[in-house]
C-alpha cells in the first residue's frame, strides 16, 4: 500500500512539473519535437521565444559559434525591428524615448518622442551612405542637412592633391610658366562673366563646389595676381627711372 502510495505521488508530482510546459493553461510552453522554450507562445522557433515585452536590470548576449551574432532585433511580420533607450524619466515618457530603428533600407539612429521617427539623426542606407539629419544622401558618402562645425579639417586622396586631382597651384611659379596677359583676361572677363577656371554662379547653384579643387584654383589666381603685382612695380620703378634727373 505505501508503495502504491508513493507511485502515486511520484507520478503526481511529475504531472504537476510537465504540465507547466505543456498545457495552454500556461504562460510557459515547451515543444516536445525541439526542446524549444516559448514564453506567451506555443510555437517558439528559437530555443528561447517571448511573445511580450522583457523587463531586467540587464542583458547580456554571447555568440555561441565563432563569427555568429551576439544579438538579432526583428520586428513582426510587415513591420520594423526597434530598440528604445528610456531616459532617466517615468516609463514611458515621450520625450524621453530615443529610438534605433531598422526600417526598409535606413538604419535610424537618435530619432525621438512616443512612436517610431520617420527619421533619426543619423541615418544609413543599405549602402553604407550616411545622411545626418536626413535620408537623401544623393549617393553620397556623407550628406548633412543643416550647418557643421568643425575644429579642422583635411581634404586629400591618393590620386592627387584633392578628389578632382587639380593640382596645388604652385606650377604658377615655374620659370616655363605662361601667364596670361592682362588684355587676354580682360577679353575674357568681358565675355564670361567670370575669371578662367571658376566656375560660374549657375554651376555652383546646381552642383556646389569642390572644396580642394576651389582652393587651388583660388590659390593660382593669387600667385597669378601676384605676378602682375610684380611685373606692375618693375614697369612703375622704370618709369620713375626715366622721369628721374641725370646725376652729372
Known sequence: MKKALL?????LAVN???AQWTTSGTKVYLTD???YVGIGTTTPGFPLQVAG???GSGIITKPSTAGGYAAWFQGPAGGDANAIFQGNVSPGTADQAWWI???GNYLYIGGSGGVEPSKGAINIDGNGHVGIGTLNTSSYNLNVDGTAVFDGITVKSFSGNNPKSTPWA???FDKDYQLPSLDSLADYIKSNKHLPGIPTTEEVKKDGIDVAATEAKLLEKIEQLTLYTIELQKQIDALKAEKSPTTH
Open 16 to 18: 504537476v512539473l510537465f
Open 53 to 55: 515585452l522583457i523587463g
Open 101 to 103: 530603428s531598422g526600417s
Open 170 to 172: 604652385d606650377y604658377v
Open 7 to 11: 507511485f502515486s505521488g511520484l507520478l
Open 33 to 35: 519535437t525541439t526542446d
